[in-house]
Nanobody, 128 residues
């Protein structure tokens, strides 16, 4: 199983980026998807999550209203559209996949699960 994240880069505050994560080796529609990030000197945090059933979405308070998670099951690809970026969004962003039978109903419970597969990370740098 491989998750290949891309789309990171450098942008000024207020700008936008779209991250992509192409998944191979499993069928995306059977999996929950999460985007996490790790900022310099900080612990990894969950940013956004999408369930495979019902495609429920959840967002960390820090990104709510600015980030949008989506999936294209036909392309086995998930996206994270990031708008109104802030310097505090600077981090390495990781996509992760979790078998769809694992249940969560908010960001905290999603973060507490053991995500099975991880991408390699893509760096987002937001300058002020």
């Amino acid at each position: 199983v491989q998750l290949q994240a891309s789309g990171g880069g450098s942008v000024q505050a207020g700008g936008s980026l779209r991250l992509s994560c192409v998944i191979s080796g499993v069928t995306l529609e059977h999996y929950n998807i999460g985007w996490f990030r790790r900022a310099p000197g900080k612990e990894r945090e969950g940013v956004s999550f999408s369930t495979n059933i019902g495609e429920r979405t959840y967002y960390a308070d820090s990104v709510k209203g600015r980030f949008t998670i989506s999936r294209d099951n036909a392309k086995n690809t998930v996206y994270l559209q990031m708008s109104s970026l802030k310097p505090e969004d600077t981090a390495v962003y990781y996509c992760a996949a979790l078998w769809g039978a694992k249940y969560f109903d908010d960001v905290a419970s999603a973060q507490g699960l053991e995500w099975e597969y991880w991408g390699q990370g893509t760096l987002v740098t937001v300058s002020s």
